[in-house]
T-cell receptor, first 112, second 116 residues
């Protein structure tokens, strides 16, 4: 069974304090790994797609990386507006190409 | 433009009511999705439409009835819901994927549904 595990469940940072969120996956035939940001009561906002091990993507203070077993979302010098829940999801051959398997998310709080 | 719109933003309905949720996208996407999300949980897939045909039904109770009138619109008809159906209902769309090129899904803002 395809599984996605995110850690930590919650993370509290001071403004400017860099850190990383982890997404570990066990899937049969990874086709793509996606990172989303979700603010309370709103829909997930697409951030990145990663397809293969070694790939990296960057956007402002965020950088996503991928290995054969996990993905990291690095947050450099975060600001309070980066506070949100970050969701990782995979698309795998085992679960079909139209399904996303989501992790349970990391709730990030950045204090000024 | 990567916008998916949903109406209404909030909906309160009784267990005997019939209501509908609407979703629209103008990105030319041919796959559209309905998700249900409970508080502090990830989205759960309910239905997938591909080229306006239902391709996936995740064993959703028949009190939820999806409809895809055309490639830009997706509806979710609700009837005789239970209080436990209260949740955030999300619509998403994506380009149709291929084996080699999975596609990201773009989500709408959601409809907050409360069943009383």
């Amino acid at each position: 069974e395809d599984q996605v595990t995110q850690s930590p469940e919650a993370l509290r940072l001071q403004e400017g304090e860099s850190s990383s969120l982890n997404c570990s996956y066990t899937v049969s035939g990874l086709r793509g790994l996606f990172w989303y940001r979700q603010d309370p009561g709103k829909g997930p906002e697409f951030l990145f797609t990663l397809y293969s091990a070694g790939e990296e993507k960057e956007k402002e203070r965020l950088k996503a990386t991928l290995t054969k077993k996990e993905s990291f979302l690095h947050i450099t010098a975060p600001k309070p507006e980066d506070s949100a829940t970050y969701l990782c999801a995979v698309q795998a051959a085992g679960t079909g190409f139209q399904k996303l398997v989501f992790g349970t998310g990391t709730r990030l709080l950045v204090s000024p | 433009d990567t916008e998916v719109t949903q109406t209404p933003k909030h909906l309160v309905m009784g267990m005997t009511n019939k209501k509908s949720l609407k979703c629209e996208q103008h990105m030319g996407h041919r796959a559209m999705y309905w998700y249900k999300q409970k508080a502090k949980k990830p989205p759960e897939l309910m239905f997938v439409y591909s080229y306006e045909k239902l391709s996936i039904n995740e064993s959703v109770p028949s009190r939820f009835s999806p409809e895809c009138p055309n490639s830009s619109l997706l509806n979710l008809h609700l009837h005789a819901l239970q209080p436990e159906d209260s949740a955030l209902y999300l619509c998403a769309s994506s380009q149709e994927r291929t084996v080699l090129s999975p596609r990201e899904q773009y989500f709408g803002p959601g409809t907050r549904l409360t069943v009383t």
